[in-house]
C-alpha cells in the first residue's frame, strides 16, 4: 500500500487494511484514523503506540486479554484471526508433540493465574522452545513488569503486522 492511498482511506477501508494490527482490537485502528494524514508508515505506526501507551493500566490489560493463548483451543478448535494462526504456525505452535503443548497449557494456565492476563509473546520472533523457556522466566516477574513486557511484545506483533500489509504487495512503496 503506498501513502496517498493510506491517507485517503475512510474509515471503514481503513479498519478492512487496519483493524487487526492489534490483536481483536479494532477501536484502536478506529481511534489512529483520526490522526491522517501520516507523513508514512513510521507515522502510523508511533501513533497506535502512542494510543496504547496512553491508556490505564486497566486498558493495557484489556490489550492483553484479547490475546489468545498460544497452542491453545482457538488453534485447536481453528478459530484463530488469520493473523495469529500464521505467526503460531511460523513459530512451530502447530506441530508440538503431546508433551510440549501439555507444557505450554500447564504454564499458560498458571500465568493466567498469577497475572488475570494471558502470556503474550511475538511468536514470530520466538520459536517453541523460546516461547516455553520465556514462559518459565517471565512467570517469576511480579504484575507491572508482565504489563510492560506484555504491552511491548504486542508493539513487536503490530510492527511485523503493519510491515506485512505496507510492503506485501509492493515493497518500494514506502
Ligand atoms: N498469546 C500470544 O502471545 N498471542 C499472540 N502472539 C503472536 O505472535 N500472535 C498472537 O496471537
Known amino acids: 500500500m503506498d501513502l496517498h492511498t493510506l491517507n ?28 491522517r494524514p501520516f507523513s508514512s ?25 484479547c490475546h489468545p493463548d498460544l497452542a491453545g483451543k ?11 494462526m500464521k505467526e503460531q504456525n511460523q513459530a512451530g505452535l502447530t506441530s508440538l508433540s503431546q508433551s510440549e503443548r501439555e507444557t505450554l ?17 511475538c511468536a514470530k520472533m520466538s520459536d517453541k522452545n523460546k ?15 508482565e504489563l510492560g513486557t506484555g504491552i511491548a511484545e504486542v508493539k513487536k506483533i503490530c510492527h511485523l503486522r503493519l510491515q506485512d500489509i505496507f510492503f506485501k504487495t509492493c515493497p518500494t512503496r514506502l
Open 105 to 121: 497449557t500447564l504454564l499458560n494456565s498458571q500465568y493466567k493465574l498469577k497475572f488475570g492476563f494471558p502470556f503474550v509473546i
Open 41 to 65: 508508515a513510521l507515522e502510523l505506526e508511533s501513533s497506535v503506540y502512542e494510543f496504547i501507551d496512553s491508556l490505564p493500566s486497566s486498558g493495557q490489560e484489556g490489550i492483553l486479554r
Open 131 to 145: 516461547i516455553i523457556e520465556a514462559l518459565r522466566s517471565r512467570i517469576q516477574n511480579d504484575r507491572v513488569e
Open 74 to 84: 482457538e488453534l485447536i478448535s481453528r478459530t484463530l484471526t488469520q493473523e495469529s
Open 8 to 35: 485517503t482511506l475512510n474509515y471503514e477501508e481503513f479498519f478492512e487494511h487496519f483493524g487487526n494490527i492489534v490483536e481483536k482490537c479494532p477501536l484502536i485502528s478506529g481511534a489512529v484514523w483520526s490522526r
